[in-house]
Structures are given as structure tokens and as C-alpha cells.
């Protein structure tokens, strides 16, 4: 493919004000009046409300407004309505350590902070259930009266006939795995700005992934319109999922501000970052994989529970996208899924990059390894005679269209030395592998996926594009403005890119999964192409020609066979100032269903398109203290077309880095009653500059997508196979296989005394 | 963050004088690496912060005549850990203050400032500590000294009193024939060490056998912690692998390591023994190579 701005390593547009801080955050607005708004929040895992005294708040000098759940509407609160259960301020019973109980507003941080002080609030300890084992047995403390058991939701899914698939195997491996709550750990916190205003109407300054959708639900837990809605995001400083559904304190600010006249802001602490900002959901996952003794994997049966937190959120979605993801890998032709979710008195869970594919990855990557062993078979031959290929179905419903999984394994096992090393590399080194599939371009999980963009070019040939991708730090803005560019003809530079304001962008479901290159990139693709045809025509016109002989690249346009290149400035020029006719373009791209979508039958059918990726590790050991120490990691992901490479290869490396995370550091930690004890760096360790090995990213192109120039969503996949590839590099290394991440010292050295007991 | 008052003193008397003042609540800032971390997390609020930027004569590293090397308290452990006179005279010192945090944290923090702030895991403490350092403090007028193994009295105690300062740490010259080394292990780059392990090992002419011996272990106590009775199974002895071992099952049995979010008692008490036989296995093998590394 021939290109001039797209499939180049160009720098972002956003890079200089990022870099020299130019760049504003909500943090860095300001605004005549504006209020601190601060949120009282529970410090108790489980209790009853019984008072909640507010005069000495109120009385304090400086305070403009104090509620509580009398002050604020009613309603109750999901991302699916249908499982409304959370009110905007606690009425009676808190559920975590830090749901919201009271918020005030005040003049400044040291008032608001010590009128939080003033508020007494009466508890009565409940019983504290933090483990799902506990919050299933019969007759546990509920959680949310009325309901039935702490067992929240559930769904099963069957293709194939597993079980005489398990009689026909002539190998099986079972196991358990478990996760655990991570935080997403965005550097910049979620915060926002709410101004009501006089004639009703809201607005809120925030760094919302999904802010179309984020209105709507403000709208909706405040009993408003939703038109009277409206969210501006500034730039955002990180998402990774934890941005995309309400975060209360919007409401909150909302009502101070109806109170108080004046715009209020909320940030969270870094603290409440950690304890209230949502997890990843940690699952539990019991496996069951079944062979052929010729290495055809015939059947996969997997029950996973999922810990729901203290409230619903994005927990069906996720855990949907996980049986999705299950039953597409490696196209098994027998499926049993059954996924749960179970309410704890812990942080809710929300989506989180990846979207419960990293911890279902871990489980299936680790027990092909594991089978493979078994079968006396080297992993990458296992893996190798399962493939996905192109242009297949699986079971599930799945539509592989472009599929690179063989390149990318090949290349990765290449690259980390798998010949050299595998089962022999030095004493206490271990190479490790995993696959992984992924949505390449979101989910029709509202039952579309549409996009649309505008855009409008000025009077002198520069170029506004108005969109609804999100940039959140992973370049959307480029790579949407490198589409635009190449199709019309344009520079790079000439693009603006306009997508902070909801009154402005077309109606949108957000940035995650994956979503914005395919989805957004290909309704910008379809405005550009409008906007250059009324070039085209326009240019035609002026340079006495057929539209079909005009050309335009880098801002000249001129006719085919022609030496007389002309400004593109030239042409709007003249189309504005002679004829009044101004150039724009609209583009949409709706992404309906397909044919045969049922949910029970063909779930997986949601998915636009497929991305496959591997990862190899290598790590050394040591047997003493536990310490692993990653010293390569090889990525070989999917791309379809590579729009931006240096941008790709950017996430690749973040997602690496979190990967690692997820493997071997992160985990939220509670006491016995429920705290997050590690709710600041200090203690909540991420990989850091000195903790990321060499990584090598490879971008690899595959044809047969919809994508804008065939291009797949690169987002999320890049931390999905890091965890399973670094449990089997310690396998390889030290023998030793372990079930739960993260694989922190102590667990390997636990680990290893009992290899060593169970070998004497 | 609560407001503050902030001074910044261009003389020690004047410095002292604020943080002698019944009247407030003072602290004295110098890279503000711990200080300003724990005024925006961890609930300090202090009335008055006194900088210790502008009072001269407490950065700098100084070449003693007897052998030995003078810190100033204010001097950066980044100047520390390049400090030619350091890496010759006192190369462990240099090599724990390489430990601490990033390059960009140790541009601004302070040798004063790690062990003031007294963290049972400062990395600074254990390898000082073992070289028989001393603390020179001042409360404006005059001097005091205390070594360095009694400076620490809590977690985030120390003997200053209110007032005084930590004007310099004074590394005596190092004895002939010793070896000294730091290991620190931690969870990830930039963390606090899980446990941190100094050494000072004199040996007798041409053999492993200990003349005198420092061992000093950090965060498995309220305080960095000198392992005496593992010294004193090793006095005297030749360091061999039996030694090694008995004196590193010692240090296990002396350290009263606590469980925290960074490891579980039992865990340090592993790496204890790991880290304790390692140091002394590096000091064996250096002292059977005739002093060298
Ligand atoms: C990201 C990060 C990573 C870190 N990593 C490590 C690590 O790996 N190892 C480690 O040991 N530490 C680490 N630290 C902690 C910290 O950087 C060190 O303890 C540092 O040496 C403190 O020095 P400072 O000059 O910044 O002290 P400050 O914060 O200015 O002061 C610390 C304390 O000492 C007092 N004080 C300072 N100077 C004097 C003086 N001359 N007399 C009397 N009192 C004084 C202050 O009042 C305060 O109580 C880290 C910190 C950060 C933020």
C-alpha cells in the first residue's frame, strides 16, 4: 500500500504541549467562584448508617454547602439500569471502605477538609465479607438486603458437546487460578468541575473515556434530561478502562454546585485513587483443558467467579467478554463456560484494559504449558497445531477474518531464542510463551457500533476534524488526524483535531476496547473522503479539468500530467470567496449485527474484528529470595495495518510494562476489616523505568479486516499474554508453576520448598 | 496539604532558633524527598518548614587528615554516590547511596535526610552504621557527637533534640584489611529496601580470619540494628562456609523483623539468612584473594 502520512512512525501531534506542560488537565482549569468539593467517605467495610450530624459542619466559617443522601435524588445507580444498587450518597448502609457518605463544598481545601472532621456520623458494624467463598456459603451476611444470596449474576454458555469431548481426550489438565484487584493507576486522578447554572443546565469539566455515555448516566442518577447535560474533557492523563463509567463524585459536584450557585471541583487524593477509583475484577478460574494424544485440543470447560466489589458496574460485560475471548482462542471446538459474579465488601470492579481477557489468558496459557508437559510435547508445537487461522468460525460464533497468530508466534519464538533455550537455557533462565486473541476494533455490545466525524476545512486549506475518539495518552488524536490527512491530501500539521465536548462531537460509546482506530478511524476515513470529493470537485472547477485527473498530497493540488502544482489554500480560496461554498465532509461507519447473532448460539458474533498476538519472555531466577528478574520481553501483536508505528510500538511497550505488573507486583491489599493498606505508591508497587527489561515490539500487518486502511486496534492487547509468558519462563527456570498472580517472592519461594518436600 | 509557614535560615543559629520555637510545630527541610511526601500523605503538618538550602557549610564532603571522610548533612546522595573521595576511601557508602530511590530522587535528597528521618529500611543507615560512623550534631552553638548506632531510637526517632540538627556524619578511615558492602533487596527499582544488609569485615594478616567484624541490618527492627551477637560468633573465627552459615542462622535469630505490605516477617527472616551469607561469603572470598575484590 502506497502512503504518504499513514504506516509512518510520525510524532504525535500533542507531543509539544505535553512535553513543554502546556498541555491543560482539568486540574489546571480555573474558574471565577470556584468551590473545593471534598467527599466524606465510609471508613467502614460494612455497616449501618444510624446518624449523620452535619450542624457543626454546616456552622463552620467558609462552608457553602453539607449533604447527604436527604440532598441528593434517590435514584439508584448502574451501568446497566437493570442493576441499579448503588444511591449517589449512602442512605443507610455503607458497603466499602470509602463509599460515599457526605460531601461538603467550601472556599477552600483546608475548610472543606476539616468540615469533613466536623461531620459525626453514627455506624453500626455489619459482619465484613472480603473473600467469595465466604460471601457464597449459605446464610452469609447479605450484602444488599433483599437480594437472594451474594451471588449477583450469572451466565453459562455451551458450543459443542464437552462432555463426550473430555471422553474422546486422550489428555486433561485441570487447575486453579486466581487474580486479584489491581488499580488502574492513571497519573492523572479522576476528578471533575460541575456547574449548574441558571437555566438548569449542567455542565462538567472531566476526563471521561466515554463521555457521550458518561452524560447519559448523570442524566440518569440525577432524574434530569439528558440534553441539560453536557461534558467537556480537557486532556487526559491515562484511563486504561477506569474512566469510562460515572465515578459518583460528578453527581456529587453536581448537586454542591445546584446548591451553591458556583461551580464546585472534586479530586480524588491519591489515596481515594487507590481505594475508590474501581479495580480490575479478580477472578477465579477453574480450567479444564482436554487433548488428543496428536496435540488437537478438543475441549475447554471453564468456571470463573468473578469478585464484584460492593456494587455492580462493568462486571457482566466483562465477564461476556471473557467467555468471547475463551472460546475463540485457538478455535476449540467445545466450549463450557459458566461465569458468576459475587458481591464482597470491597472497591467495585470496572473495566480495566484488557477487559478480563488477561486474567482468563493467564489461566488458559499457563495450563497449555502445563498440558503440554504432560503430553511430553513442547509448547510451541502444542500451540502450533491450534492455531487460528484465517477465514474460520469457531464455536463460538466467532468471525476470524484476517488472522496472523502463526506469524506472530513464529516470530516471537524466534526472536527470544526458543530453540537455543527452551528446557535448556543457563541454570535459574527460562523462556516462557503465550498467545492471545482480542477484539481488534470493540464490541456491537450495545447491540451497533457506530461512529461518526465531521470535517470542515478553513479558508485557508487548514483542516478542523471533529471526532469522538478520546485521547487519553494513547494517540488516538494522531492517529485519527494521520487518516484525515492521508485521505484528503493534506499535512499533518494542517489538522486540528476538536473532541472534548459532548455539545460538539456526534453521539458516541467511548474509548475502550480497542475501539477508536477501527471504529472512529473509519468514520473519519468516510468524512475525509466526503470533504475530498467537493475538493476535488471545487479544484476541478478552478483548474479547468476532470475531477478525475485532480491530485492532492501534502496540501498541492494539481492536474494529472501537470508540472503547475497549487496551494491547497488556492482552491478553498477561490470556492469560498468566488462561490461561497465552504468544503467539509461527514463520515459515519454503523457496524450493525450480523447475520445469525444470537446470544445463547453465536455470541462471539459481536466482534468486528479479531487481533492475535504473542509473547515470549526470558527470566532468570533467584532460588533464595524469590526474585525474578525479566530480562527480555518479545512482542509480536497484530496490527492489520500499522497506521502510526512508533505509537503501536508505544503501546505494545506500556502494555508490556502493566503486563509485567499484573504478573509479578500488583495487587490491592486489604486488612482483615477491609482497608486497602498499600493506597500509595510507595507501597502499591508499579514497574518503573528500572524495572522494564529490553522489549523488542513487532507490529505485524495482516490483511482481511474492515479497519481504515486495514487497520486493528492496538490498545489493549499487549498486556493480555505478558502474565501467562512470564509463568511459564519460571516453569522453565526454576520448575516450579505457579497458579495466582501476582508471582511475588514469597509465593515462588513457598513454591519451591514445596517442590523440594514433595521431592525427598 | 495544610497551609505552612516557610523560612529559609542563611545561618545554623538562626535555623536552630525556629526549630527551638516552643511556640510551633517545625520542620526542618533539606532535599524534602521525606518531608514533602508525608505533608501531602501521610498527615504531617508541620506550623513552620525551615530549609536548610541557604545555611552554608552543610554540603560538602571532605577528605579527613586522618584517614577518614566528613558528610555534610545537606550534601545530595547523588554527590555521595560520585564523590571520588568517597568511592575511594569509603567505596560501600557510595555504592548504598546508589541504592537509594532514582536519579532524579537522589539529586534532591540528602545523606542528613535519610538517616533524620530515621525509617528502619533507610539505606544509608546499615553500611554507615558498620563502618563505625559518627552523627556530629549541633544545636546552633554548640557540637555534640554520637555514633551513628546510637542516633536512632524509634521509627522515625532520633536522639536530636528539639532545636538541634544533624550538622555532618563523620566515616572513620578504614582500618587495614577490612572489606564492607551493602545488599539491599526490594520488590521493584525505587522501592524501600525489604532488607538491607552492611558489613564491615577486618581480617588478620594474609587469612579469612576476623579480627573485627560490624554487621548491621535494616528494616527487621524499630531501628537500622547492629547484629552483635552474630559479630560476636564471628570474632575471632576463620570465615569459612560452616561459619558463614551459623553466623547467618544468628543474624536470623537476632533481627525481630515485623510483617508489613513489603514482606512478612518470615519472609525478611529469609532474606536475613540469604543476605547475611552472601556479604560474608563476598568478604570470605575477597579476604582469601589477598584483600582484593
Ligand atoms: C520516589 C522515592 C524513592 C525513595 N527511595 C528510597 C530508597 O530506595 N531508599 C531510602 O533509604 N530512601 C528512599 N526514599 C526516601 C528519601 O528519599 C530518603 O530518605 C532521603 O535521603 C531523604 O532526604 P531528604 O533530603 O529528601 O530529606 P527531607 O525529606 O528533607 O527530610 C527528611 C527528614 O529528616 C529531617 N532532616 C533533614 N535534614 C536534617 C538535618 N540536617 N538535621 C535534622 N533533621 C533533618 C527532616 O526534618 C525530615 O524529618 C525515597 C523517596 C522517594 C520519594
Known amino acids: ?760 | 496539604m495544610k497551609a505552612f509557614d516557610y523560612v529559609r535560615p542563611s545561618t545554623l543559629e538562626e535555623a536552630c532558633a525556629v526549630l527551638a520555637d516552643p511556640a510551633g510545630s517545625a520542620k526542618a527541610l533539606a532535599g524534602g524527598t521525606d518531608v514533602l511526601v508525608q505533608m501531602r500523605a501521610a498527615g504531617l503538618r508541620p506550623s513552620v518548614v525551615v530549609s536548610l538550602k541557604d545555611v552554608p557549610g552543610l554540603n560538602f564532603i571532605h577528605a579527613d587528615d586522618d584517614g577518614g571522610v566528613t558528610i555534610g548533612a545537606v550534601t545530595p546522595l547523588g554527590a555521595v554516590e560520585h564523590s571520588a573521595v568517597i568511592k575511594e576511601r569509603c567505596p560501600a557508602v557510595a555504592q548504598a547511596a546508589a541504592w537509594v530511590g532514582s536519579v532524579q530522587v537522589r539529586n534532591r535528597a540528602t545523606i542528613g535526610g535519610n538517616l533524620c528521618n530515621a525509617a528502619p529500611s533507610a539505606d544509608t543507615a546499615p553500611i554507615l552504621i558498620a563502618l563505625g560512623a559518627e552523627a556530629v550534631i549541633t544545636d546552633g552553638r554548640e557540637e555534640r557527637v554520637v555514633l551513628l548506632e546510637e542516633f536512632f531510637t524509634g521509627p522515625g526517632q532520633t536522639v536530636l533534640g528539639r532545636g538541634e540538627l544533624l550538622r555532618a556524619v563523620r566515616v572513620p578511615p578504614a582500618p587495614a584489611r577490612s572489606f564492607a558492602t551493602y545488599l539491599k533487596t526490594f520488590r521493584s527499582a525505587m522501592d524501600c529496601c525489604t532488607v538491607g544488609v552492611g558489613l564491615c569485615a577486618t581480617f588478620e594478616e594474609g587469612s579469612a580470619a576476623i579480627k573485627d567484624v560490624r554487621l548491621a541490618l535494616g528494616a527487621v527492627a524499630p531501628t537500622p540494628m547492629r547484629a552483635r551477637a552474630t559479630e560476636a560468633l564471628l570474632a575471632g573465627r576463620e570465615l569459612d562456609e560452616t561459619t558463614i552459615a551459623a553466623a547467618s542462622a544468628k543474624a536470623v535469630e537476632e533481627a525481630q523483623p515485623i510483617d508489613d505490605i513489603r514482606a512478612s516477617a518470615a519472609y525478611r527472616e529469609v532474606l536475613v539468612e540469604v543476605m547475611s551469607r552472601r556479604v560474608l561469603t563476598a568478604a570470605c572470598a575477597w579476604a582469601q584473594n589477598g584483600g582484593r575484590g
Open chain 1, 1 to 760: 500500500m502506497k502512503t504518504c502520512i499513514v504506516r509512518k512512525g510520525l510524532p504525535r501531534i500533542d507531543a509539544i504541549p505535553k512535553v513543554s506542560g502546556e498541555a491543560q488537565y482539568t486540574v489546571d482549569l480555573k474558574m471565577p467562584g470556584l468551590l473545593v468539593g471534598k467527599i466524606l467517605r465510609s471508613p467502614h467495610a460494612h455497616a449501618r448508617i444510624k446518624s449523620i450530624d452535619t450542624s457543626a459542619a454546616k456552622a463552620l466559617d467558609g462552608v457553602l454547602a453539607v449533604i447527604t443522601a436527604e440532598d441528593v435524588p434517590e435514584n439508584l445507580f448502574a451501568f446497566y439500569q437493570w442493576q441499579a444498587d448503588k444511591h449517589i450518597l449512602c442512605t443507610d448502609r455503607v458497603r466499602y471502605v470509602g463509599d460515599e457518605v457526605a460531601a461538603v463544598a467550601a472556599m477552600d481545601d483546608d475548610t472543606a477538609e476539616a468540615a469533613l472532621d466536623l461531620i459525626k456520623v453514627e455506624y453500626e458494624a455489619l459482619p465484613v465479607i472480603l473473600d467469595i467463598d465466604e460471601a457464597m456459603k449459605p446464610g452469609a451476611q447479605l450484602i444488599h438486603e433483599g437480594k437472594e444470596s451474594n451471588s449477583t449474576w450469572s451466565v453459562d454458555r455451551l458450543f459443542g458437546d464437552p462432555d463426550k469431548a473430555l471422553a474422546e481426550c486422550d489428555y486433561v489438565v485441570e487447575g486453579t487460578y486466581v487474580t486479584h484487584q489491581l488499580a488502574h493507576c492513571c497519573l492523572e486522578v479522576s476528578n471533575c468541575i460541575a456547574k449548574w447554572d441558571k437555566r438548569d443546565k449542567l455542565t462538567i469539566w472531566t476526563n471521561a473515556q466515554a463521555p457521550h455515555t458518561q452524560r447519559q448516566e448523570v442524566a440518569r442518577v440525577l432524574g434530569i434530561p439528558r440534553r441539560n447535560v453536557r461534558i467537556i474533557n480537557s486532556t487526559m492523563g491515562g484511563g486504561f478502562g477506569s474512566k469510562l463509567v460515572m465515578d459518583m463524585k460528578l453527581p456529587i459536584a453536581s448537586v454542591l454546585s445546584r446548591l451553591t450557585g458556583r461551580p464546585v471541583r472534586i479530586v480524588n487524593t491519591r489515596s481515594e485513587e487507590f481505594t475508590t477509583a474501581k479495580t480490575r475484577y479478580p477472578y477465579t478460574l477453574h480450567l479444564k483443558t482436554g487433548a488428543t494424544k496428536d496435540g488437537k485440543i478438543l475441549v475447554r470447560d471453564l468456571t470463573l467467579i468473578g469478585d464484584n466489589g460492593a456494587y455492580h458496574d462493568k462486571g457482566p460485560a466483562t465477564i461476556n467478554f471473557s467467555s468471547m475471548m475463551f472460546g475463540t482462542l485457538y478455535n476449540v471446538p467445545n466450549i463450557r463456560f459458566h461465569g458468576e459474579l459475587v458481591y464482597t465488601n470491597k472497591a467495585m470492579g470496572t473495566a480495566f484494559r484488557g477487559f478480563g481477557n488477561p486474567q482468563v489468558t493467564f489461566a488458559t496459557e499457563s495450563q497449555i504449558d502445563e498440558l503440554a508437559e504432560k503430553m511430553g510435547m513442547d509448547p510451541l508445537e502444542l500451540r502450533r497445531r491450534n492455531v487460528n487461522h484465517p477465514d474460520e468460525t469457531a464455536a463460538c460464533g466467532a468471525e476470524v477474518c484476517g488472522c496472523a497468530m502463526s506469524e506472530c508466534m513464529e516470530l516471537a519464538a524466534k526472536e527470544i531464542g526458543w530453540e537455543e533455550k527452551r528446557g535448556k537455557g543457563a541454570p535459574l533462565r527460562g523462556v516462557g510463551l503465550a498467545n492471545m486473541v482480542h477484539t481488534g476494533g470493540g464490541g456491537r455490545f450495545y447491540g451497533f457500533n457506530s461512529a461518526e466525524a465531521i470535517i470542515k476545512l478553513s479558508d485557508e486549506g487548514t483542516v478542523t476534524l471533529i471526532t469522538s475518539a478520546l485521547d487519553m495518552g494513547q494517540g488516538a488524536h494522531t492517529a485519527m488526524a494521520q487518516i484525515a490527512a492521508e485521505e484528503l491530501g493534506v499535512r499533518l500539521e494542517d489538522i486540528n483535531v476538536l473532541s472534548h465536548d459532548t455539545e460538539l462531537t456526534p453521539y458516541d460509546l467511548g474509548s475502550w476496547g480497542s475501539r477508536a482506530t477501527f471504529m472512529n478511524g473509519n468514520a473519519v476515513l468516510a468524512a475525509a473522503e466526503d470533504a475530498r470529493q467537493s475538493l476535488v470537485e471545487a479544484a476541478a472547477e478552478m483548474l479547468e479539468a476532470d475531477p478525475a485527473d485532480i491530485l492532492v498530497e501534502e496540501s498541492k493540488v494539481w492536474v494529472k500530467g501537470s508540472h503547475e502544482k497549487h496551494d491547497l489554500s488556492e482552491v478553498v480560496d477561490h470556492t469560498v470567496n468566488e462561490h461561497g461554498e465552504p468544503i467539509s465532509g461527514i463520515g459515519r461507519f454503523v457496524d450493525h449485527l450480523p447475520e445469525g447473532y444470537t446470544i445463547p448460539t453465536a455470541f462471539a458474533k459481536n466482534i468486528p474484528c479479531f487481533s492475535f498476538g504473542t509473547q515470549a519472555v526470558e527470566v532468570e531466577v533467584d532460588p533464595e529470595t524469590g526474585q525474578v528478574n525479566v530480562l527480555r520481553v518479545v512482542a509480536a501483536h497484530e496490527t492489520g495495518t500499522t497506521i502510526n508505528q512508533t505509537m503501536a510500538e508505544g503501546q505494545l511497550e506500556g502494555s508490556m510494562a502493566q503486563g509485567i505488573g499484573f504478573a509479578l507486583m500488583e495487587r490491592l491489599v486489604h486488612d482483615d476489616e477491609g482497608r486497602i493498606v498499600n493506597d500509595r505508591f510507595l507501597d502499591y508497587k508499579i514497574p518503573n523505568i528500572g524495572d522494564v527489561p529490553e522489549m523488542k515490539a513487532y507490529c505485524v500487518e495482516s490483511v482481511g479486516t474492515r479497519g481504515p486502511f486495514g487497520a486493528k486496534g492496538i490498545g489493549e492487547p499487549g498486556l493480555v499474554p505478558t502474565a501467562p509468558a512470564i509463568a511459564n519462563a519460571i516453569y522453565d527456570a526454576i520448575g516450579v508453576r505457579l497458579h495466582e498472580v501476582p508471582m511475588t517472592r514469597e509465593q515462588i519461594i513457598k513454591a519451591l520448598k514445596e517442590k523440594r518436600a514433595s521431592e525427598t
